[in-house]
């Protein structure tokens, strides 16, 4: 639905976008993960038609509207954008917000009803948005983003202005609504939380490039390097010696998820395949810290050898206190980095 | 380019200044500029601008704090009282003034009669600003161990910094060319000794030679004044999510400030009022009929809505592009728009007539040339207001429009224009009141026999026939005060 | 930036109508254009004579002839820059300015078409252009203004050089911006050579003359006991007068004319000259016989208190005779050399 190929762009001597891929398929949703600064809005931008490209092209729905050739405008591309804090037309309600993409015929339709319907907010087409609340605006937005039925949906970051706690609700929500409608849709965000939630497939995009591309448990589990590592999650890295069948690490042997050819390597695990036991076998570890989250929390311990590590203990298992010695087992297997290319 | 052809008209009267200077010659130049008496001209012009500005600034930010942010009584009524000095010409008021008092004559009169008449180009941004602020900012000053005053004084004042120099710098232009008040109340100043020039010995190019003394004394000011906006830096304003202003409690100061405010009502409205009632009661002339007064008024109001309206379409482009590319050029062209503002009014009018005869022929003498002139003059004014409504719709807006298929003549009307025509609107309203007001200009290229009620009152204090002229005036303040409260009401005071 | 800029010049065309709508309302004001065609009963006159003067007896010549004048009002000095800018391509048919001074200047120009003798034969040849180019329709005598109850009779000057005595410290208020004024000066010069009138303004300057931006203000301070008196033309007196309602004998300001051909009682014109494309127009020519008709004559003396050229026709009651004034004997085509005289002005710390 959306292809990406090679795309470069910069302003004066900043490079913003350094040979972008990227391919979309019909349905699905895609989230650009990446931390601020790495491109993500401007590709955005790109693909929306507000920036013009310097190279490569850019396909919606078998069309260029990018790339060798003319620059298509961005209300002939038929991509519509949810901006951050839903930019609601002051002046309009939200049936008119809503309908702002539509022509008479598609007005008269019901449509407008049914993707407010969609987005949780039936019979709120007489409000103005500054009766709503930032929730509620975000979902008009959204529905007004859906209403003329676009081969693409892009959402610039749409959920970082909600609490916390509204965030999951509506984050849900919408993900449903952009489901239930078939939209096909791409969320630039730096919230790995919301990428891997929402998403159907994640990019994370570094300096300018997408270094990963894939499923989110795949980008969880078996990160490219270690950066995407650590910017999709908490990450163990430990210093490993591999043979065939395993690699010995400051936790002990542990098992590998893939062949790897022998040598020193750094191996990931997650904090959650870390347990901790106050008897039994085992590595013995110090706890430094303890930062409680409330489902879970994170204990950051120190090895004997001076390796930090950090362990997701559930709130079920007996307290942990500073200070005090445990022992420490790896359940799973450890990922390895594939070699730089 | 839209913006450049805008700024190019509106330098025409430098253009002009050039050509008829540069005939002059070297030695006239060197003869007429560098003498004692234009530098004593010069320097009185600028005190009288500094007196005068200085005297703005404190009345106009008193007024609209204690009009926005106070407990005051009456606030609504102050707050449209404090405008509507707007619609007093100079040229009225200062009448007003020497019949009222006696020996009212030289620099502090003038000083005060300018004050009277130009603080609301300061009270009004400063009013707006007040009201729409965020007080998140203030909040936390409070909450950092500030008091309410200190809290105004430090960080409310700073915020309000870029509207007020705004106002400012328009209140030292208008000093600058006003020859109104300072003839009235005899005061020697540069734009004075550039009519006399006109008038003694007929001496066209040695007014023009002045006249770019002006110029140069322009351009220093919008220097000085781009330097202390360099220094204040950007101010974002992050939506305060329409929260109400904090007003502070006057307690046993809400008295004295209402009088306070009554006082300049008084000075500023009551004197020219008395004064005209008065003219109307001793003498025996009698303006012509009432359709003679109705057809000026028409045409007042016609050509101001002519000129205003053209001023805007002149000012969008210049005010969009300094909201939204903000930069080097469209700083350079925003200010370049001010540089005719501190030429009197007869020098804009020769440089059009100049214009007209030489370039566009066809439109001389035309309702068109005039609006032309005011447009000239009174650029600045609209491009103000067309940045300050540009910021009403940011772009995120016209991007989301346009993404959902709508093209950029269709975004602009649908969400670009319902968002920003209020402050257009507004920009147009102060144009507007301001060529109603307008008389060298429009005496030297209105139509040929088309009377407005600036000239018809013109005509009748120049033979001494001050009852026929007072309802001229009494029409004319009348007419100008209804933008001037639509403004005033608009700046949410 | 190049977002901003197309929806910029889409604003253009949206706000653009409008102001073209607003425009042709007031062009719908104004009346039709003069084809400037000689003949066709339209002529443009630029009137440097304020319009509640000149309006009522245009009216009637239009009445009369069945043409259509149009009229533009403004300052003499305002409206002789203009005809200047405007050069070969002025709308104007007919300048009338308050001054000759004016008239002169647009002479210089080579703007004005020289009149037919049989207009300049109605007036004495000291009131008009040389090479009859202009011509003069009113006179318009410098006068002493003095306030009856400040000054007594006896104390009147007898010259007008006697005002940089010390009698007359800070009691005269003059308006050197005035063209009347400026005309004075240059008689001055003429009379009596430069040395003796640069001697008399640094003498005035010296002896406190008061400075005003007009001569109505002077007289209206006189007449309010604010100023003792003043160097002004005769006639404002008697247009107060109209404007309170009472003649000129009620009022507090009294006018003294200087005698024996003291420059101090210069007779200077108002007058009309028509400009070089309208040498031929039987329009422009008819109005200004009109002015100088036994009618138009009439109209001034009653009306503007001036003193008709035209002999025959009787001074507005109140007022001496043009005839019994010691005028002095200058001629108005010698009052040329304004520069010098306004250089003399500034010179003198007066402008």
Known sequence: MLSVTGVRKSYGDVVALDGVDLDVPAGTLVAVLGPSGCGKTTLLRCVAGFEHIHSGRIDVDGRRVAGAGPHVPPHRRRVAVVPQEGALFPHLNVAANVAFGLDRAARRSGRVDEVLALVGLPGFGDRMPHQLSGGQQQRVAVARALAPRPPLVLLDEPFSALDAGLRADVRRDVRQALHTDGATALLVTHDQGEALSMADRVAVMNAGRIVQYGPPAAVYREPADPWVAGFVGEAVLLAATVDGTGAATALGRIALRGPAPAGLHTVLLRPEQLRISDNGGGVAATVVRHDFHGHDALVQLQLADGTRVTARVLDTTPPVVTGETVTVTVSGQAHTFPPRP | MASAAAVGLALVPVAYLAVRTGEAGWTRIVDELFTRRVAVLAGRSLALAAVVTSACTAIGVGAAFLVTRTDLPARRFFGVVAALPLAVPTYVAGFAWISTVDRFEGFWPAALVLTLCSYPYVFLPVAAALAGGDPAQEEVSRSLGRGAWRTFASVTLRQVRPSIAAGALLVALYVLSDFGAVSIVRVDTFTRAIFTAFNVGFDRTGALVLSTVLVVLTVLLIGGELTTRARGARYARVGGAGRPPIRLPLRAARWPAAAALTAVAVLALGVPAASLARRLAEGVSRPGSLAEIATAAGNSLAVSLAGALLTMVLALPVGLLTARAPGPLATLLDRLTYVAHALPGVVIGLSLVFFGINVAYPLYQSVWLLALAYATLFLPLAVGAVAGAAAQSPPALEEVARSLGRGPAKVFRTVTLPLTLPGIAAGTALVFLTCMKELPATLLLRPTGMDTLATELWTHTSTASYAAAAPYAALLVGLAAVPTWFLSVRGGA | ?351
């Open chain 3, 1 to 351: 930036m190049r977002y901003a800029l197309l929806v910029t010049l889409r604003s253009v065309r949206i706000i653009l109508p409008l102001a073209l709508l607003a425009g042709a309302a007031a062009a719908c004001g104004g009346d039709e254009f003069d084809s400037g065609d000689p003949g066709d009963k339209t002529i443009t006159v630029y009137s440097g004579r304020s319009e509640s003067l000149v309006a009522p007896v245009l009216e009637k010549f239009e009445q009369q002839s069945g043409m259509t004048v149009k009229v533009r009002y403004g300052s003499t000095a305002q409206m002789a820059a203009q005809i200047e800018e405007e050069g070969d391509k002025s709308p104007a048919d007919i300048f009338f300015a308050q001054d000759a001074g004016a008239l002169g200047a647009v002479a210089k120009r080579g703007l004005f078409a020289p009149l037919p003798s049989d207009v300049l034969a109605k007036v004495p040849a000291n009131y008009q252009a040389r090479s009859g180019e202009w011509v003069g329709v009113t006179g318009r005598s410098r006068v002493f203004a003095y306030n009856v109850d400040m000054v007594p009779r006896a104390d009147l000057p007898k010259s007008v050089f006697d005002l940089t005595g010390p009698q007359w410290k800070d009691k005269v208020g003059v308006a050197p911006t005035n063209g009347s004024f400026q005309a004075f000066v240059t008689a001055l010069r003429v009379q009596h050579g430069d040395a003796k009138a640069k001697e008399f303004l640094t003498g005035l300057k010296a002896n406190g003359a008061l400075i005003r931006e007009s001569n109505i203000q002077i007289v209206q301070e006189i007449n309010d006991g604010k100023l003792a008196t003043g160097l002004v033309n005769h006639y404002y007196v008697f247009e107060q007068a109209k404007e309170k309602g009472i003649t000129a004998d009620q009022m507090k300001a009294k006018l003294h004319f200087f005698t024996g051909g003291d420059t101090g009682a210069l007779v200077n014109v108002a007058g009309a000259g028509v400009l070089k494309k309208a040498a031929t127009d039987p329009d422009a020519k008819a109005l200004i016989d009109y002015l100088l008709s036994t009618e138009g004559q009439t109209y001034f003396a009653n009306e503007t208190f001036e003193y008709p050229l035209v002999a025959g026709v009787p001074t507005a009651p109140g007022l001496p005779a043009l005839d019994s004034l010691a005028a002095p004997k200058i001629d108005l085509n010698d009052l040329d050399t304004l520069d010098e005289t306004v250089k003399m002005i500034k010179e003198a710390g007066l402008a």
